[in-house]
Structure formats: C-alpha cells, structure tokens
C-alpha cells in the first residue's frame, strides 16, 4: 500500500524559500509513475502546483512556474518542493500526491499534507 | 486557463437520498474529469476518475457522467460517512483546475 508523508518547516518568513519534502513508502519511484504537489488555501481552494516524473521530467503550473522547482530522488525515495521568494499569500496546506493530475495518471493517493505559514 | 464551477456550492441531504453535484468546464474537456472528495482536516480522496471510472475501493454508489462542458457526480444512497465537501478537477489541460467545492451537509 503506498504511503506518502511531507515533511518541512511549518512557518517560514517572507521573501525566504519555502522546502518541502515527501516520502514514499510501499512503492519504489525509480519504478515509475509521476509524482505531484498541490496546495489548498481558504482564498484560492486547490491548486496544481506541477508535477514530476520518476525519470525527473516536471510540468508545472505556469501561473506559478517562476518561483517553483520539484525534484525527486530516488535513492531516497523521495520528491520535494522548492517555493521562491514567498508572501503570506502562500500560507497554505501542502499535498504531496501520486499522479501527473493531466489525463494520463489521476492523483490517486494523497499525503495527510503540512500547513505551511508564511509570517515574520 | 479552463475554469471550473460547481453546483449547488452547498447542499443539505439525508441518509438514504440520492444527490447529484455538478460541475462545469468553461470550455469543453471531452471528459477529463476526476472527482475528490474532502472530509475536514484530512487529504482530499479520489473517487472517479476520468468522467465515469470508479477508482478502486470506492463504494458503487458513487458515479460520475457527463462530456464537453458538463459533469455530475451523483451518490445513489447517501450514508453517513458521505458528508463531505467534493471537489472537481480538470485533467484535459494545464493548469490542471479544480472547483470550488460542493459541501454535503446533514439535513
């Protein structure tokens, strides 16, 4: 059964980076399949952040692809999240999720997610 | 960027009632649409995937229809543990959207 935990700082200042990280378990990346990051906050609902697959190939959403980098290692069987020069308007819970979220691999299974506050 | 909206934005049911939420595509998206649902303080679930495909585990009672602009997510009994808030997302182009959300109450 695949499991997927974030893992990363909670609260993190303006114009800093924000890092997270997800591990897998129960399944190995180097097998396949593509890996993704989605955020929820009260003002915008869920957002497709990008996603990325085993091989390292990302897609990402436009709106945000200046500020964002995922990546993944596979000998650690993890996949992580970089988010550049953030505001408060990026306080949010993060997702870390199995999928591509297009038409080839639905976003079937979920981490449990990490509130991330963004604050002086 | 293809926007999503749903309807009703909430809606009060009992067990035993059959409940149909819709969403629509502000363009067509053939029926690349994928179907969560989100109880509070946990990880949105997959139910349906690509229009109408029951993801594994979920129970039957859960369908989805529709093509072009227009979807439906319809629970033929409602049990208890279906109250929940249910999102729609687009799978056909990037962004890949989601909607607002449908949050199913107790009557």
């Known amino acids: 059964q695949v499991q997927l935990q974030e893992s990363g700082p909670e609260l993190v200042k303006p114009s800093e980076t924000l890092s997270l990280t997800c591990s897998v378990s129960?399944?190995?990346?180097?097998?396949?399949?593509?890996w993704g990051w989605i955020w929820q906050s009260p003002g915008k609902g869920l957002e497709w952040i990008g996603s990325i697959y085993h091989s390292g190939a990302t897609f990402y959403n436009p709106s945000l692809k200046s500020r964002v980098t995922i990546s993944v290692d596979t000998s650690k069987n993890q996949f992580s999240l970089r988010v550049t020069s953030v505001t408060a308007a990026d306080t949010a819970m993060f997702y870390c999720?199995?999928?591509?979220?297009?038409?080839?691999?639905?976003?079937?299974?979920w981490g449990q997610g990490i509130l991330v506050t963004v604050s002086s | 960027d293809i926007q999503m909206t749903q309807s009703p934005s909430s809606l009060s049911a009992s067990v035993g009632d059959r409940v149909t939420i819709t969403c629509r595509a502000s363009?067509?998206?053939?029926?690349?649409v994928d179907w969560f649902q989100q109880k509070p303080g946990k990880a949105p679930k997959l139910l349906i995937y690509?229009?109408?495909h029951l993801q594994s585990g979920v129970p039957s009672r859960f369908s989805g229809s529709g093509s072009g602009t227009d979807f439906s997510l319809t629970i033929s009994s409602l049990q208890p543990e279906d109250f929940a808030t249910y999102y729609c997302q687009q799978t056909y182009s990037s962004p890949y959207t989601f909607g607002p959300g449908t949050k199913l109450e107790i009557k």
């Open positions: 363009q067509s998206i053939v029926n690349y």
């Open positions: 999720a199995r999928g591509s979220a297009d038409k080839r691999v639905p976003l079937d299974t």
């Open positions: 129960g399944y190995s990346i180097s097998s396949g399949y593509y």
């Open positions: 690509t229009g109408f």
